[in-house]
């Protein structure tokens, strides 16, 4: 499935109108830049710069005023129709911890999608592998189907430099391929036209790499010694240890999976167990059907001698795959696992990929959110590692790695981020979940504690949202920060039932489908009837928080924003004993009467709002 078609499928509003293709260029050089956000104030409607500087503004806009800001790039304002939007570079306003990055052409390689990833639609993959677990070696094929978007002889395929491609096959012929760093460029001996459906056979073998936060393809052994091998690639890329279009705007609408290993082995992968296969070699052949698309880094392997229970919430199946010796911890820890089913569906809607069921995998490491197979290292307890996580009292009173980890079913999963330093979209919307978890639980109150808790691990050095187009994982601050920005959205919106549906409304409406901060941003315009984004602005394209500066006399208190962002404006609550207060604040100072309230009895709620206060 590609981002295209679903912008072509009527999903965004300019979908249907001719459009002026624009250019947004760096003043100086006249390198196209990406990411940069154009937003058209009256419509409140928000647009991105591709790979090549390319954004299309509907015709109907023309002799609009368009908003242009970048990161690192003065703001600027064009009226429409314009060909080129030119931006200024300006050093000052560079993040000084994003300054340091350097980046190359294998991160350009592996973030950008780059001509010869957009000019096809992935469909289908049927990943075929033997696992030697003896040898720690791989060998297999990814039979890849794709639909042509554009008349091209070459597509762009990943596979790290450590493995070998050992060919392509095209309509039973070998074809021609080069490499560039992790990047395979497939060369098709004709032009393949524009809504052709092509398949290749993309033979590899190799020692894949154990590397990443995670462990890439590791093969390592439980405590008896028995073999546990598991992937675990999101980042460093799952083209460590499969051949794929490693990118995350693109994915197959279905996969299928054949993982070969030793006999008294057992592989748990995603979507649906089709059977296993004696191939009396001493090997066996587990056969998996994943019933949506997924997300390349989902795409994973668990292989030991696990043991298998299950139940049903519902019509959904559970399946839960555990080393033997803990079986009966497994039993009653993963009791928890209806509660959070019970409350994401209430509040997300139904779980995401009911074809493939629910499964939960142990695995040597933390956990990881693999697409309808979940894997959970947190060792049978409660809490992160068994900490108290968010440093009040209420994370050990639930897993942290079932909640987080499911969470990501709907959110990163289901709707999934385009570009890395999107990944907001998936992190803090998952931690927000927690704190969901937690009102379901505990209550609204508790709630507000547990993700306040989280102040504690906020920096505020860096912008939520990074460099773009580099594969870039953006700072911790976007799990975070994120997570408290949506708290503070909340009570910006000031209405729980109106909140509630829009979540709701949120995840129905992204279902399955790859997005921008931007397609965020004008969900909330639409839906909420207000202009969020100088809030989007401030709190994901700036490291620092607004400031609500204060300046107390007798009778009044005056009150103001300081922001990066000129024109931001967001409401504010202030608890008073008379009751509580909502603020308007903007950039110019306004006053309000105290009415004999005390400075010390006039409280802004920077549990609701996530904000700086500061006393003039
Ligand atoms: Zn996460």
Redesign the pocket.
Known sequence: MNVMKIFLGGLMLFSHAKADVSFVVDLETGAPIEGAVLYLKEQRLAFRSDVNGKVELPEKYNSSVVAVFSKNYLDAKVELPIREIKLKFDDALMNEIEREMAFTRADTLRGAQGAFRKNNDLLFYDLNIRVDVANKYLSGWNTVRFEMLENSQRIQLDLFQNMQVDSIVFAGKKIGFTRAVNAVFIEFPEMLQAGKIAEIDFHYSGYPKSDGRFGGFTFSQDSLGAPWVFTACQNIGASLWWPNKDQQPDEPDSMKMHIEIPADLVDVSNGRFLGKEDLGDGFVRYNWSINYPINNYSVSVNIAPFVHFSERFGDLTLDYYVQPYNLQRAKEQFKQVVSMLACFESKFGPYPFPKDGYKLIEAPYLGM?HQSAVTYGNGYQNGYSGQDWTGVGISTKFDFIIV??SG?EWF?NSVTANDVSDAWI??GW??YTEGVYVECLFGYEESLRYLNGYKSKIKNKQPIIGPTAVNRWPTSDQ?FKGALFLNTLRHVVNDEQKWASFVRLYTEHFKCKNIFTTDVVNFFNERLDRDFMPIFRQYLYEAQLPVLQLKFSKAEVQYRWQSGVSDFNMPVMVRTPAGNQLLNPVSEWQSVELNGVGKEDWQVATDLFYIETQEL
Request: with cysteine.
């Open positions: 959110e987080h980890e990501h990163g998936h992190e998952c931690t799990y």
